[in-house]
């Protein structure tokens, strides 16, 4: 997880718990295992009856994925492309083929292999498209699953606050038990709310981030594949590609050069 998510995460937990001493209150009260139950299974619950199973299931291992993945270094990926195409230049594009295997990145593996196998610039361009909307779709789910999620709980909190009113109401022969019963009532409430903003709005919203940034990095690795298998030249390729750096992060072909 990188510091801004873990910073985001403690600042709200360091607000809870400063706001709650403060007032002079407790966490005993706040804490309910039943509210809890009904707000997260029932929220998932409709999850899975929205979406199929297998994307519920799946979707653990999507937020896991997207609290380790951080933003690729491009001035890397660049240094990376330039010494493939000193290679293509120097014994052709052949040559690549025995570099694909040190490439950790499967989209540039599956681009370089396309390259090697000698097709030509529009299959290229068609088949890495396709590639890149296979991910799109499939990356697509875990965030939609956590907006509805977010749209769920709070629905669910309320659900449960009736029902501990009507409990409550139902029965009136000790009022000195209303106070109580009415908080643990709200608490659902809390609890679908914090569900909502705390977890699942904020995940939705960091692998989507995370989602434009890979797309993007797959648009930058789709220029610099289509560069390679045309010819360009090092020098000429570094300098396509540096230009879509922001300018304090550009080089230029001699500085990274001297320091591959």
Known sequence: MGPTAIGGLLLILVSIVVST?????????????SSFVLVFFATVGAGMFAFEVRDVVNLPKAILRGLRTG????GERIAMYMQLAESARREGLLALDAKIDEIEDGYVRYGLRLVTDGVDETKLRD?????????EERHGVAP????????YAPAFGMVGTVIGLVNMLGDLSSPEQLGKGMALALLTTLYGSMFANMVFQPLADRLEKLHGSEMSLMEFDTD??????????????????????PPAERMGYDDRLAAA
């Open 127 to 135: 088949d890495l498209d396709a590639y890149m909307g296979a991910i």
């Open 21 to 33: 001493v403060l007032d002079g209150n407790s966490f005993g009260p706040l804490i309910s295992p």
């Open 144 to 151: 939609a699953i956590l907006k509805k999620f977010a749209g």
């Open 224 to 245: 610099a594949i289509c560069a390679l298998q045309g010819g360009t030249s090092p020098r000429a390729l570094v300098a396509h590609l540096e230009s879509l750096l």
């Open 71 to 74: 933003d690729v270094d491009r």
